[in-house]
Each structure stands twice: as C-alpha cells, then as structure tokens.
C-alpha cells in the first residue's frame, strides 16, 4: 500500500517573465488575502511541506525556504521533479519580492520534506519518517496534498496525535476521485480540504463527506514550479496549502494578540471552522464542510 498524489491537472507552464510584479492569484482574492496582509503575513510561523520536493532556488521561494529533505532515495535528492511540492509551497509561503507571484502566508519559514517519489507515489514508511521529521523541527504546520483510500498504519496515526498534542495543526486534501475523503485527511486530528471553482462551487472532481472540514479555491490556481518557473493547477491539492497558508496567518495572529502564545490544536480549529464563507446547505455539509476558509474574518 501506497501514499500518492491527490490527482492534480497542470493547466499552464507560465515562464518567470509572465510577471512584472508580484501576481495575487484569483484564489486569495476569494478568500480575503489582502486583507488579512494588513495585519500579519505570518512572519515566524514555521510550515511543514510533505510532498514531492522543492525548488529551493525557485526566485519566489528561496527566502523562505528553511530546510529540506528527502525520504525516497530519489537520484534527484529533495529537487522537485514533478512540480507539484513546489507548487504547493508557493501557495503557502511565495515570497512578496516584486517578482511572479505572492503566497497566502509570504513570511512564512518552509520546511520541504519529499515524501513523494518521482513518480508521485511513496510508501507508508517515507510518510512516517516526514512526519517525525517535521515534529522535530517543531513547526507549527503540516501541509500534506497526499492521499491514499487504505487505512494506513497505525504509527501514521499516532505521529498525528504526536504532532496534534504538541500543538502542530495538521492539512490534508479529501482527494481528487469525487467520492469519499480519503486518509490522512480521514482522520479526526485533520483539516480535511475540499476544493470549489472560480464560481465557488463544488469542484467536480473534488472528494466529499461528513468528514470533510473546509473547502478552498482549487481550480486554476497560479503558483510556483519546477525548474524556476510558475504553472496553473487544479486539484485538491492546491486547496489544501491554501488552508495551510490561512492557519498560518491565524497562529500569527494569535501571537500578536496573545503575548506570543499560540493556540492549541483544539481552540485552532474552533478559530478556523468559524472562519467560513457559508456555501451550499445552510451550516457544515458533505460538500463544503463548514464552508470556504474567509480571512477577511481574521480577528
């Protein structure tokens, strides 16, 4: 049994010279990024990538990015081949530099773990070791656009609770079959992710159920990509980072208001489940969740 991508459509490879200035992609304008970014854009908060690597030389990343590390044996090291790590990275932490484009959280610290091999899979025991990985640096997030529809391990499990206890909040996509959420996002201790379209409707091929938390933008979404450049994707894939990247802004935020105390997993979620834009059915639905993640809400 595997871990693999949540299936995920490159719409467009757009080169660096596309952009004369930092580009604010559609989906951050829906869920009110610029004005959150009046208050904090997550300076110090510490995000966990667990994907297929990184561009750590990307020119929109290579400020924020802190570490990176690889659990597969690829030829390649930690370097992204597929695109898609990177991709999901500058959703989160794209760097405000007056260049390509700007992610949700753009002071965030990166921390990239390739978890995912080259192909897009990897097994239960690379996943394993991203997640101790990541709990060791102490980060403050784990963003992870993987799925798999067997129940893993238990020590997957328990290194969730691990993380949940020590008050790191966890992000992962439903998937990309248009049928049941799928793990890691399954379990409890998770923000499982939906996508909706530029209409914020249900994406069709985003997965669904009672299990399903939030929903974000995740149709043709600009972000970083392999090899310096930047592309347009879809997928559940790219609503989990989305998330990511908001709940790095609400932990900054907290601090500030707090006298730099963060808050637990528990009263976390409470913040962002209440941080909704109510869509579909009236209250939390198998589409929807408790609706899209809404920052023009962040206290």
């Known amino acids: 049994m595997e871990f693999k991508l949540a299936d995920f459509e490159v719409k467009e490879v757009i080169p660096a010279s596309a952009f004369g200035d930092d580009y604010i992609d559609w989906g951050l304008k829906a869920v009110g990024a610029e004005v959150a970014w009046q208050k904090t854009k997550g300076k110090g908060v510490k995000v966990a990538v667990l994907d297929t690597g990184i561009d750590p030389d990307h020119p929109d990343l290579v400020q924020n990015v802190k570490e990176y590390v690889d659990f597969t044996g690829s030829s390649y090291g930690a370097e992204d081949v597929q695109g898609h790590g990177t991709h999901c990275a500058g959703i989160i932490g794209g760097t ?59 020590q997957v499990h328990q290194l969730i609770k691990e993380a949940t206890e020590r008050g790191i909040i966890l992000v992962a996509a439903t998937g ?8 890691p996002a399954m379990y409890d201790e998770v923000i499982a992710v939906s996508a909706v379209d530029q209409q914020l409707q249900h994406a069709r091929f985003s997965n669904y159920g009672i299990k399903n938390e939030i929903s974000a933008p995740g149709v043709d979404i600009v972000s970083t990509y392999k090899g310096g450049t930047y592309a347009r994707l879809s997928g559940t894939s790219m609503a989990t980072p989305m998330v990511a990247g ?19 997993a528990e009263n976390l979620h409470k913040i962002v489940d209440k941080m909704v834009k109510d869509l579909g059915e009236v209250g939390r639905d198998i589409l929807y969740g408790e609706g899209m993640i809404d920052l023009t809400l962040l206290p």
């Open 96 to 154: 405000d530099n007056g260049i390509g484009m700007i992610g949700i959280a753009p002071e965030v610290d990166l921390y990239a773990a390739k978890v995912l091999g080259d192909n897009g899979s990897g097994n239960f025991e690379s996943i394993i070791r991203g997640l101790q990985w990541a709990i060791d640096r102490n980060v403050d997030v784990i963003s992870m656009s993987l799925g798999t529809a067997s129940r893993p391990p238990e």
């Open 176 to 183: 990309n079959e248009n049928s049941e959420v799928c793990w």
């Open 246 to 264: 908001a709940v790095a802004l609400v932990i900054a935020r907290h601090k500030e208001l707090f006298f730099d105390v963060k808050p637990t």
